[in-house]
């Protein structure tokens, strides 16, 4: 069965950081485009980043800030958050096959962590 667990979230003030981690099971990372998209309760849900091979993507609005790797031996995804905002105040999610530059969320999600950043 495929499984994301996200873990790694928590409180933090603004300017702190934070890094996430995805443990995948059921298939291997390396297969597939990985990342991140976040939901905050008034907002669209929105992809922050991606990684597929060496290749990464950004939103521009984490850009120069967040960092997404992978260790494929212990099929887990990461994302470094640095610099954090109010606004990054978010439920973090891990996906497979999510495309930031279409905006596509992916075929499976895990069930999230909870970013939250006070001021």
């Known amino acids: 069965e495929v499984q994301l667990v996200e873990s790694g979230g928590g409180l933090v003030q603004a300017g702190g950081s934070l890094k996430l981690s995805c443990a995948a099971s059921g298939f291997t990372i390396d297969d597939y485009p990985m990342g991140w998209f976040r939901q905050a309760p008034g907002k669209e849900r929105e992809v922050v980043s991606c990684?597929?091979?060496?290749?990464?993507h950004y939103a521009d609005s984490v850009k120069g800030r967040f960092t997404i790797s992978k260790d494929n031996a212990k099929n887990t995804v990461y994302l470094q958050m640095n610099s954090l905002k109010p606004e990054d105040t978010a439920i973090y999610y891990c996906?497979?096959?999510?495309?930031?530059?279409?905006?596509?969320?992916?075929?499976?999600w895990g069930q999230g962590t909870q970013v939250t950043v006070s001021s």
């Open positions: 996906a497979r096959k999510i495309d930031l530059r279409l905006n596509w969320l992916g075929d499976y």
């Open positions: 990684i597929n091979a060496g290749d990464t």
